[in-house]
């Protein structure tokens, strides 16, 4: 019962509303005093096609579609007119099943899109004109995949439960990361069956400042590696637990904090931080935390609405992201782009 209750979890979009904590870690505690992100434009109404997650080049949004023939939608950033829809699901050489933006597609091309679909085992470019290219194999089935010029950085979608992976793009090489914080003997080998799910993490890396970081699913929890994997510090934002405190609460159904999403930019990551109601898994306050690749906590934002899937950041820090809604009696999903109040 309990390993279905976290399948059914993972599989939840967390809610956003407002909160306000303190943020602490290993290094001291350090007060953020959280900003207001209020609606400041709704830019698409989507009725039918449920838009999931999306990305933002120069004056460029682009969205994937999950009930849709076309996978992604291109529009402009400021008038939300489409550009172009495309991404023709099928298994021919530029088709796609399940398109996924590169969690740190900004470091790696700052004028594409970057994506990948693991059922496709490929990686391939959208430009701003909405034109596919440079479709190259992937040989690996990550979850929350990144890419650099020397590796490939996610986590396991296996059944051998580990952190991170970390494969050498020249040399195949793998290192899997062991599993951390660690949990008492008995309690791991009663929950076993489960850690490679409570595990999961939210993956952001940066070869150039040698961070890998991790904003765990089901904790309040950022841990920050090195590519060496070695740990370089832990983050919490709100009180400060054991984690096997924070295991007991999740698995007897008590209320949790847990990061839903995250995006990279070269100098900062952004990670979605819920706290979600026990027995349901409904979000119930939630937030966009700011911290840069060393783990500091820029700033901390409330927003006014409910959010949907992942955002994203352009370069000049505006919000974007998608909520779904009702509108006289009809279920809509908004792409909505947010402002600092």
Known sequence: MKMARILFLLMLSACMCACSQRASNKNGDVDIKPKKLAVADTLVTFYEDYPAFLDVRDDRLCVTLVKSDTCLALFDKHSGNLVKRLGVKGKGPQDMQSPEFVKNGPLVDAGRFLFYDLNQQKLFFLDKDGELGDFSPLTARYGSLNVTADYIVGHSTGFDPSLFLVK???????????????????????????????????????EAQNRIVLAMYFFDLVQIYNFQGELQKTLTLGEEKDFGQMVSELTDNGDYWGYSSAYATKDFCYLRRTLNEGATGEGKQSQIVKID???????????????????????????????????????????????ER
């Open 293 to 339: 690749w060393e783990g500091r906590v820029m700033d901390i934002y409330d927003l006014d609405v409910v959010p949907n899937g992942g955002f994203c950041v352009d370069e000049d820090g505006k919000l974007y992201a998608v909520a779904h809604d009702i509108v006289e009696d009809e279920e809509v999903f908004l792409l909505l782009a947010f402002d």
């Open 168 to 206: 050498d793009r020249k040399t195949g090489e793998e290192k899997a990361m062991e599993l951390h914080p660690k949990l008492p003997e008995s309690q791991e080998e009663r929950l076993k069956d489960m850690l490679r799910y409570m595990y999961s993490p939210h993956v952001l890396c940066n």
